[in-house]
């Protein structure tokens, strides 16, 4: 995050670069990379004629390079995007020509989600020297947690930790699933406000008591009522509540369960960093490992890999949500 505020703050101060090579498996800052010199770098009056935006599956490598090194009209400079620019990696390599000797009137910008350059290609030594290459890494779970809360603090609000906990469990990793939920709620919350646990409850579509945060939590502290009430309602809303995901987060909790049992350091701060967890849950964690001994979790772990297969359709007999979620808590339970 301080490395894209450096490279906006740049931007804003004139020291604009030729080539902007935006790559990596976190989508989220490529776009507001590329979103901001597209809306930043010409005036209205000079996008019309100086400002284009290509797509990989549409353009070759030499389109790119061919628009690139047209003169800007009526303007110091011309902005050309690529959106997609993955859908060109099997030719990626042939920008070396351009990277070498780059239009200085041309600002290059490349969105290469998902994927990244071979730091050691000549490719990319040049665009980097010429030009800057960025790479946007996927954030771990341990780390989204102090994301929300810088992107809330930078517009004026605050967040509790379980709220933020919460869009984690929900959304997952996603950047911009949670930015979305976020703008969303900051339309209707004012500023200066702390967003808790019920805003999230009310205002992104969660149910309070029936939803894999609390699945988790029953499971941990063995509360088999709970657990089974819960399921029930996944198998009557499996759109809301697709099995394929539900089984990955239980999987996920006693993987890391697994985890915990064998750690000799079980200081708070080392737990939550091995497991890439948010600290919030670890009170989970600790419940849960009364409950399940090593050999119990090992054993729910080998069960939950085979439901995980079933639930994608292999070898199941298409059974339904409900018989997979029944078998899943009866190989937890027992």
Known sequence: MDEVVKIV?????????????????????????????????????????????????????????????????????????????QDLTKTIDKLESYAENPMPSTVLVVCYKYKTLDKRKKVTKLLDKHGLVYESKKLYENQIGDWIKRVLQGKNYAIEPKAAAMLLEFLGTDLSKINNELEKLQIIIPKGSTITAKHIEDNIGFSKDYNVFELRKAIGDRNQLKAYQIAQYFADNPKDNPMVVTTSLVFSFFVNLLQYHGLKDRNPKNVASVLKVNPYFLKDYDIALKNYPMKKVSAVVAKLRDIDVKSKGVGANALPNHDLLKEMLVSVFN
Not at 24 to 51: H, R, T
Not at 54 to 80: H, N
């Open 9 to 85: 703050n740049d931007i804003k101060n004139g020291n604009i670069k030729p080539i902007y090579f935006l790559m990596g498996e976190e989508p989220y800052y490529i776009d507001k990379l590329s979103d901001f010199i597209e809306e930043n770098v010409l005036s209205e009056e000079e996008k019309g004629f100086n400002q284009t935006v290509l797509y990989g599956r549409d353009v070759s490598v030499e389109d790119i390079i061919s628009t690139c090194k047209r003169y800007p009209m009526m303007a110091e400079r011309q902005v050309v995007i690529v959106k997609e620019a």
